[in-house]
């Protein structure tokens, strides 16, 4: 069966498919071709972001796929700028008339404080977003809630807080980068990890290990590094304008990485910066 039809269940049973077609750093001049080009593939998981400023284009391409929506799992997220219950519940509102869509299946905070101060200390904001997320999963504006980037100390004022513990934090993850006490503190909270940039934004695909791994395998270097992620049990989310990549991206289901080749990939430090 292709990885494509296969899907993880959330902590609240609601079902996700296991790649996702990532959508970071695609204009929304380009965003509808790139959407139409995933679906086409074969992708029914779409993750796109108010602050990528492409949801127009995403939705359009979701609304003329002639897909149903409920066969699809879109994920959007808050800007890591906008803090506090009413500004979330603003800025969820700016994102459904984007995508012109009724409800996502996922809604995340996109990061635990503003980009422009990271590391500060916004955790009463925080608290008071995820409130309002509660809301709007309740009412069944959302399917899912979740967080991105989040660190073990930012989910458990939201636990300490809050009534529904996240589906989902989406964080960097890929060989090289595996980030093991946040993976290990989801896995023990029931909350499953998306890996954005699992090819490292393409600069893990030059690395000579990894292309000695993927010759081994008679695979490509991304091949290698979404299977990596997969049998990590974290869902990537590869972002790629071709065609052909997409369905190159989804084709690795065949081969599967040794227990030993798989503690190598791990034990790699190199974080391509």
Same mark, same amino acid.
């Given at each position: 069966? #292709?990885?494509?039809?296969? &899907? %993880? *269940?959330?902590?609240?049973?609601?079902?996700? +498919?296991?790649?996702?077609?990532?959508?970071?750093?695609?204009?929304?001049?380009?965003?509808?071709?790139?959407? &139409?080009?995933?679906?086409? #593939?074969?992708?029914? !998981?779409?993750?796109?972001?108010?602050?990528?400023?492409? @949801? @127009?284009?995403?939705?359009?391409?979701?609304?003329?796929?002639?897909? *149903? /929506? @409920?066969?699809?799992?879109?994920?959007?997220?808050?800007?890591?700028?906008?803090?506090?219950?009413? @500004?979330?519940?603003?800025?969820?509102?700016?994102?459904?008339?984007?995508?012109?869509?009724? $409800?996502?299946?996922? %809604?995340?905070? !996109?990061?635990?404080?503003?980009?422009?101060?990271?590391?500060?200390?916004?955790?009463?904001? =925080?608290?008071?977003?995820?409130?309002?997320?509660?809301?709007? $999963?309740?009412? *069944?504006?959302?399917?899912?809630?979740?967080?991105?980037?989040?660190? +073990?100390? !930012?989910?458990?004022?939201?636990?300490? =807080?809050?009534?529904?513990?996240?589906?989902?934090?989406?964080?960097?993850?890929?060989?090289?980068?595996?980030?093991?006490?946040?993976?290990?503190?989801? *896995?023990?909270?029931?909350?499953?990890?998306?890996? %954005?940039?699992?090819?490292?934004?393409?600069?893990?695909?030059?690395? +000579?290990?990894?292309?000695?791994?993927?010759?081994?395998?008679?695979?490509?270097?991304?091949?290698?590094?979404?299977?990596?992620?997969?049998?990590?049990?974290?869902? +990537?989310?590869?972002?790629?304008?071709?065609?052909?990549?997409?369905?190159? =991206?989804?084709?690795?289901? !065949?081969?599967?990485? #040794?227990?030993?080749?798989?503690?190598?990939? =791990?034990?790699?430090?190199?974080? $391509? /910066?």
């Amino acid at each position: 069966m #292709s990885i494509l039809k296969e &899907t %993880y *269940k959330l902590n609240n049973g609601v079902e996700i +498919p296991k790649i996702g077609f990532g959508t970071w750093q695609i204009p929304n001049k380009d965003a509808f071709d790139a959407v &139409t080009m995933a679906i086409e #593939s074969g992708y029914r !998981h779409i993750d796109t972001a108010l602050a990528y400023q492409n @949801e @127009e284009g995403v939705g359009k391409a979701i609304r003329e796929s002639g897909i *149903k /929506r @409920e066969e699809l799992f879109v994920t959007s997220k808050i800007p890591a700028q906008i803090k506090g219950y009413k @500004e979330a519940m603003g800025a969820f509102d700016q994102t459904i008339n984007n995508l012109k869509t009724d $409800y996502l299946d996922l %809604y995340l905070i !996109h990061a635990p404080w503003p980009w422009d101060h990271q590391g500060g200390d916004y955790t009463k904001q =925080n608290i008071e977003t995820w409130k309002a997320m509660e809301y709007l $999963y309740k009412q *069944k504006k959302v399917r899912a809630i979740g967080v991105s980037n989040f660190a +073990p100390g !930012h989910i458990n004022s939201i636990l300490d =807080n809050g009534e529904i513990i996240p589906a989902a934090n989406q964080i960097a993850f890929y060989a090289g980068r595996t980030q093991e006490s946040i993976v290990a503190y989801c *896995k023990d909270k029931g909350i499953l990890i998306e890996a %954005y940039s699992p090819l490292a934004t393409g600069r893990a695909l030059l690395d +000579p290990l990894l292309n000695d791994l993927a010759d081994k395998y008679n695979v490509t270097v991304a091949q290698l590094l979404i299977r990596f992620t997969l049998q990590r049990g974290t869902l +990537p989310l590869p972002k790629t304008m071709s065609k052909a990549r997409m369905t190159e =991206n989804a084709n690795v289901n !065949h081969f599967v990485i #040794s227990e030993s080749d798989m503690a190598t990939m =791990n034990s790699i430090k190199n974080e $391509y /910066r």
